[in-house]
């Protein structure tokens, strides 16, 4: 069975910083992504970033590219986003999730994890 189990939410001032991390359980995605989504009140899920299990390659939202960074440890077959600069517009529910295999097309996860909220006061 498939876990990916979120953590490092939290409320946070403008400008600062949070980390989330996603641990994977029950398969290692060597071939897949991994990344993460948000979804705001009111508005549609989308996604902020992706990361390459296999090649380590990286993709992001135009809205938080230069302020988040998204990484991995395979050995704990965990994937990390760094979130800095942060501005209430981000605040959200975000998502890990992970797709078994992509071959460098759109990014549709197979598998979510419960999701964890962010919440960014001006």
């Known amino acids: 069975q498939v876990q990916l189990v979120e953590s490092g939410g939290g409320v946070v001032q403008a400008g600062g910083s949070l980390r989330l991390s996603c641990a994977a359980s029950?398969?290692?995605?060597?071939?897949?992504?991994m990344g993460w989504f948000r979804q705001a009140p009111e508005k549609e899920r989308e996604f902020v970033a992706a990361c390459r299990v296999g090649g380590g390659s990286t993709s992001y939202a135009d809205s938080v590219k230069g302020r988040f960074t998204i990484s991995r440890d395979n050995a704990k077959n965990t994937v990390y986003l760094q979130m800095n600069s942060l501005k209430p517009e981000d605040t959200a529910v975000y998502y890990c999730a992970a797709e078994d295999f992509n071959s460098g097309r759109k990014f549709a996860p197979d598998y979510w994890g419960q999701g964890t909220q962010v919440t960014v006061s001006s």
């Open positions: 029950g398969r290692t995605f060597s071939y897949g992504l």
